[in-house]
């Protein structure tokens, strides 16, 4: 499939005629053919006027017609071959088998969508049959659904160019729930966005869905974002990226005359707890584990182990000796941007210059662009307590340990961390009192709690949970991964005393939909 430079707006392909954006292959610093002309408030207003006008007639469509339209992305995405995986590749830097196993993810994640939307238990029917005999006072009959909220703004991600993209979770979740999707596209792969915007386009006609039901933009700047953020018919919004663009986007939408929810994943510096019984008995074998966690990627993961609480001692100098030889072992890895490589050459030299904090070890240099050289520092817990600028995220292979000469400081770091995606416990039977004492704690921290594994990796599963309390995410009651994700664009709906012509499919006594119900109390299974 060809890549022309051109937003996907409905069943067009529009041109827009707005700053430049030219994707760059962080590799070679060479620029990649075509460019993206940006688009503007009337590129916006045309893409969410197709979605408005989308909204009631896809959000009426069955279960199953919108569980084959996900499956549908889902193959024609697969159907654009090696133009996706090659295309992927240049605007990235990442390797051939990261991109496809992207794409197995994405893929994997639109299907799991396609499960969640047949089986109905989303919408969450609940039935409470009238009492008119009932004393004191008669009951009416009540009714309860979940609806989708209306169009949904989605903004691709850097780290991730098609699992938290053009097609990723949050697109998948929202369409899977009923909501049309406008997709700001991210300018660091425009060429991918545009391939994977085609996918689903051509998805939309195959299964004859409304036209508005997708749209894709472009812009540089804030312009487009912000436009779109603003604009009274988007109901929601899907970004994964930096805290203060993140923070931005929740301004914009708490400021607009209807405020509407942002679900934001920003920042998450993921520690990890190595407790003293653990460290005693492996020390070796968890600071390779570390390594191994924090070299992935080049450490360009939102779950990048980027603390590390440790008991000082000779079971620390041990630990730390292995984490040394390994990380001084490692070579360099291409970061997925100039800007992400010079924002991490800067956290880097803080760390570097700070007077509290010593380099431990680092990687190989290399002499090509963009090249991330892992480098573990370390410091002592009262120095990072006192300074909540030892707190910040540094995106890449570089992570902080911090001497504990207490279990107390433990307890300490814990509530001096802020909110979290992840909290790691490496532990033996041994630990299990103190990590007991800690584990209330950790809970109010972080949205995923990990015994004896490192927090990269991120299952796509019923269970998963990527989210966390604020700054991790904007809200901390909701998720980005995993079938949980479909409730942040839904909202309760009660139907009181309605005529049974007119009730919702879901909440009908004859369970057309044979959905899980709650009907008076009590679970009835289809």
Known sequence: MQITGQMLIGQSSVQGHKKAIRALNPATNEYLQPEFLGGDQQHVDQAVALAWQAFDDYRAMGNESRAVFLETIADEILALGDSLVERAMAETGLPQARIEGERGRTMGQLRMFASVVRMGKFLDARIDPALPERAPLPRADLRFQKIPLGPVAVFGASNFPLAFSVAGGDTASALAAGCPVVVKAHSAHPGTSELVGRAIQQAVKKCQMPEGVFSLLFGAGADVGGALVAHPHIKAVGFTGSRSGGVALMNIAANRPEPIPVYAEMSSINPVFIMSNKLAAEAKAVASGFVASLAMGAGQFCTNPGLVVVMDGPDCEAFL??????????????????????????????????DGVSLLAQSASSDL??????????????????????????????????????????????????????????????????????????????????????????????????????????????????????????????????????LPSSVRDDNPLTIPQLVDSKLKLA
């Open 321 to 354: 000796q292995q984490v040394a030889e390994e990380t001084q072992a490692l070579g360099t890895q291409t970061m997925l941007s100039p800007g992400i490589y010079q924002a991490y050459c800067e956290g880097v030299n803080s760390l570097t210059e700070h």
């Open 369 to 502: 662009p963009n090249q991330c050289q892992a480098h573990v520092f370390v410091t002592q817990a009262k120095t990072f307590l006192a300074d909540k600028g030892l707190e910040g995220e540094v995106f890449g292979s570089t992570s902080l340990v911090i001497k504990c000469q207490s279990l107390e400081e433990y307890r300490q770091l814990a509530e001096h961390f802020e909110g979290q995606l992840t909290i790691t416990i490496q532990m033996n039977d041994a630990d299990s009192d103190a990590v007991k004492a800690l584990l209330p704690v950790f809970e109010r921290k972080a949205g995923r709690l990990l015994c004896n594994g490192y927090p990269t990796g991120v299952e796509v599963c019923q269970a998963m949970v990527h989210g966390g309390p604020f700054p991790a995410t904007s809200d901390s009651r909701s998720t980005s991964v995993g079938s949980a994700a479909i409730e942040r664009f839904l909202r309760p709906v009660c139907y009181q005393d309605f005529p049974a012509s007119l």
